[in-house]
């Protein structure tokens, strides 16, 4: 047994090597693998820096971070939601940076006033109706689904996720819980389906007439139209007239304990940079943060929106209170 | 460990009581035993730990929300996913179990091993096919709609309570086939024409003499598919059906509040543990040892509407849990088969060391334990068996948290006192290596390994070790050249088992895998969590043709 464990000992040393020959980042990254890994080939080719990374859930990920503590290996957390960026930053695991560069390149209200995350995409949660059954007059609102107009005609994911934990958070913000909380039962009276547990089972139950609006996140609508091209399901901006449409992040910060602070700094600045947001974006049809940077054209093509302003550690804060409220409500 | 377990000792009384410890003298291999039996149980309670240690805070906000909102329902749901997971495990395994070791019907020979297929089907994907077949708008429901003219209206439930078991029983239910079936083999037709020739008719025979003859197989096969139930988060959360697995992720990932999720995880394994007890009392005491190989070229040939009604029932629970998924599951990959590239032969190679590696460490284990407890155990060893056997209850990922956090608090401190001795920071060394991967998956494949271990141990008759002894054989020579070779089908079953379970293992893999330890489960889950189901079969299918030779090799050595 003792041998084991020195031998243990010997080959953890072995894989966790402390000299740093070549400039290495080491990343934790809540969003997925075929989605990072292209990017960081590239650049590794410009730059010569080679990234290691492990995905998984940013809670886990999180957790390890925690006990971790000074010796995580980590220098960057990449995930996504407001919420988990908004728990990761107040429990202490990432640094505050001072980059004239990221302010330039992320707008205020993606990223955190202290500089502990930075939003790198954004991702837009509206609404998806089918066009046989619903004109697009007949929609407005994500309050306006409450309605018992929609009765019987409503499908949602489930409120597990966190994009439907962070939209009801945006409503708390916006109009207190007492408010928001007879919204979410009002949807719920107007399911036609249980939950599903997924965007594009919501979608697919539209197109199949379960029922004839749903609220996803775009990119899964996109990727749904480029698989079937005819789909007879359209978008449609929300609260166009009010608050502005629901947007979320996908966002890194640099670890407080990172190893390699400066080289960490650089790989977060190149991803908001004008040359990489193009793909960060492009590769999941979600919108750059970057003002500067189009969207992919596919994207481009359902038109302009007008955004909620709301700052999203907002919805961090009230993610938990959201939670709550639709367990009460009874949204499963 | 000297030379005091050698030779045969006068004073080891254990040989007269085996299995139950009644110990007059106290004897060093007792002792040796005793303690190797201890400490696995102590490495697996670490983890558990850390998990019942969140007790010490509590946050009464959080629990009287879910008290009045959650609970209730998850407990209700709990309470339908046991009863009807173990109602229909037990109502497919042991009868396929039965008509395939000793009857004859048409198809018998090939059902005999493919009934075992589905093991390799990891639930969450068995979920997804199933309600992407069968949902509102899904190809059956659709397809209906179309030929017969039917409104939208007109559809049924597939996402609801039934749905879900059903899936789990389906993927679930080779556990007790298995273990039955070993069962049935080990017990020949001699107990059962025993039974016949003493008056029994067919049935009576069989729920009288070779049932009981076969319950701890069935217990043990039984609370593996229960535990797994319970543990599982992948199959509930396509159904979006709450159990106490998806209120531990959302009071985790949610309420960011590690401590009520741990809280409502150990509230689960004392369910479990509570369970086992009541089990083990009302297990007989008597105990059922293989009295040689019977004949089974004997089989009852069934005849006429017997036999279609058999070979109809085996060849259906085939089609539904394994035929019908996987060529589902194939002409998905085969549309995603630009995914495919070098990058897999790491992916294989990493599923398949772990799983090896996995495997041994875990059987080993279970061989010490299982043997501690028979021949040499009291109340303590009877414990440390419990304890170590309640890490397959939890979800993984709980566990995996509970393995990681006591792993890096050792590791932290290890590199505060060389850091205090020489000065120098040497970071960390265990946590994220495999160490900390193979720590979790011991921790949670335990039981898996012990059951079948446990059950060919109890099926060897005493009198084979009081023979070897008394030929001069001693303790440890015993164990190497008589018992090992007699319980080499259960061990290998044991090891295939905890192989294939850990190849599909997801939660633990991605928490506690080094850098670039990707595997097939891993890959399954970076698609699936974006909704990539049809992208992800690619890496389901393969997991499959992996998952698939250890379930062959299960088939070829069990069978006789």
């Known amino acids: ?332 | 460990m000297r030379d005091e377990g050698r030779g045969p000792s006068l004073s080891d009384t254990s040989t007269l009581a085996p299995g139950a410890p009644v110990l007059v003298v106290r004897s060093a291999p007792d002792r040796t035993w005793r303690w190797a039996a201890r400490l696995l149980a102590i490495s697996v309670l670490i983890p558990l730990a850390v998990i019942l240690g969140s007790w010490l805070f509590f946050d009464p906000e959080i629990w009287s929300h879910l008290g009045t909102t959650v609970l209730p329902r998850l407990l209700l749901n709990t309470f339908w996913l046991v009863a009807g997971v173990g109602f229909g495990t037990l109502l497919l395994g042991v009868p396929l179990a039965w008509l395939t070791v000793m009857c004859d019907f048409p198809g018998r020979r090939i059902l005999d091993w493919a009934l075992m297929l589905p093991f390799a089907l990891p639930a969450y994907v068995l979920a997804f096919v199933f309600v992407g077949v069968l949902d509102f708008a899904g190809p059956l429901q659709g397809g209906l709609r179309g030929l017969l003219g039917l409104p939208p209206a007109w559809s049924f439930e597939v996402r609801n309570t039934p749905g879900v078991i059903t899936v789990m029983t389906l993927v679930l239910y080779p556990y007790v086939y298995m273990l039955a079936r070993v069962a049935f083999l080990g017990q020949g037709q001699s107990a059962y024409e025993a039974g016949r020739s003493l008056g029994l008719g067919p049935w009576a025979a069989f729920f009288r003499v070779s049932l009981p003859m076969a319950r701890p197989a069935v217990i043990a096969g039984l609370s593996l598919a229960l535990m797994e139930a319970l543990a599982d988060f992948g199959a509930v959360s396509v159904f979006n059906f709450d159990t106490f697995t998806t209120a531990i992720y959302k009071s985790w990932f949610g309420f960011f509040d590690l401590q009520s999720a741990a809280q409502l995880a150990s509230i689960l394994l004392t369910i479990v543990l509570v369970a086992l007890v009541v089990e083990r009392r009302f297990r007989d005491r008597a105990r059922f040892t293989e009295s040689g190989r019977g004949g089974t070229q004997r089989r009852m040939r069934l005849q006429g509407g017997r036999a279609i009604a058999a070979s109809l029932f085996g060849w259906g629970v085939l089609f539904l849990a394994f035929a019908a998924p996987v060529v589902r599951l194939t002409t998905w990959a085969w549309g995603a088969l630009e995914d495919l590239d070098l990058r897999y032969l790491d992916l294989f190679v990493h599923t398949l060391s772990l799983g090896v590696m996995a495997g041994v460490l875990t059987v080993s284990a279970a061989f010490v334990l299982a043997f501690a407890h028979r021949y040499h155990g009291d109340y303590s060893t009877a414990l440390s068996v419990r304890i170590s056997t309640l890490g397959y209850a939890l979800p993984g990922s709980v566990l995996a948290v509970g393995v990681m956090l006591s792993l890096t608090w050792f590791d932290n401190r290890l590199a505060d006192a060389v850091e205090w001795l020489s000065g120098e920071d040497m970071g960390l060394v265990l946590s994220g290596t495999v160490v900390a991967l193979l720590m979790a998956y011991f921790a949670r494949f335990l039981a898996v390994a012990y059951g079948p271990v446990d059950s060919s141990l109890e099926r060897i008759r005493p009198s084979i070790r009081d023979a070897a002894r008394s030929l001069g054989a001693g303790q440890w020579e015993t164990v190497w050249r008589v018992y090992l070779p007699m319980l080499r089908p259960g061990l290998l079953t044991a090891g295939l088992l905890v192989l294939v379970d850990v190849m599909k293992e997801m939660p633990a893999t991605l928490l506690l895998r080094p850098f670039g330890w990707d595997t097939l489960a891993v890959r399954i889950y970076e698609l699936t969590s974006e909704g990539e189901w049809e992208r992800a079969a690619l890496p389901a299918v393969a997991l499959l043709v992996v998952g698939l030779v250890p379930v062959i090799l299960l088939v070829r050595k069990s069978a006789h």
Request: hydrophobic share 40%.
């Open chain 1, 1 to 332: 047994m003792s041998r084991f464990i020195l031998s243990a000992v010997v080959v953890g040393t072995m894989l966790n090597p402390i000299t740093v020959l070549a400039e290495e980042v080491v990343v934790y990254s809540a969003r997925k693998e075929h989605l990072i890994k292209p990017l960081f080939d590239r650049y590794k080719q410009e730059t010569g820096v080679s990234i290691s990374y492990i995905t998984d859930k940013a809670g886990p990920l999180l957790q390890r971070l925690r006990a971790e503590g000074k010796r995580t290996p980590a220098d960057m957390l990449i995930t996504v939601d407001a919420g988990n960026l908004w728990h990761a930053a107040g429990s202490g695991v990432l640094a505050e940076l001072d980059s004239p560069l990221l302010d330039a390149n992320v707008p205020a209200n993606l990223r955190d006033p202290k500089g502990r995350w930075f939003g790198l995409s954004e991702r837009v949660r509206t609404m998806v109706y089918s066009t046989e059954r619903v004109t697009p007059d007949q929609l407005s609102s994500y309050e306006d689904l409450a309605d018992p107009k929609w009765k019987g005609r409503l499908c949602l994911r489930t409120s597990k996720k966190v994009y439907n934990q962070s939209l009801v958070a945006a409503l708390i913000a916006r109009h207190g819980e007492e408010k928001a909380e007879q919204i979410v039962r009002g949807w719920v009276a107007n399911l036609a389906a249980a939950p599903f547990s997924n965007d594009t089972k919501a979608m697919q139950a539209v197109e199949a007439g379960q029922c004839d609006v749903t609220i996803v996140n775009t990119y899964y609508f996109g990727r749904l139209q480029r698989k079937q091209p005819d789909i007879k399901l359209a978008l449609f901006w929300a609260n166009q007239g009010s608050s502005g449409v629901h947007v979320n992040v996908s966002g890194a910060g640099v670890t407080r304990h990172a190893k390699h602070p400066d080289a960490a700094r650089k790989l977060l600045e190149w991803l908001s940079s004008e040359t990489a947001q193009a793909e960060f974006a492009g590769s999941n049809m979600e919108f750059p943060v970057n003002p500067r940077v189009a969207p992919d054209a596919t994207v481009a093509a359902w038109g302009d929106f007008k955004a909620d302003e709301l700052n999203l550690n907002e919805a961090g804060r009230l993610q938990a209170a959201a939670i709550r409220l639709m367990d009460r409500a009874g949204y499963r």
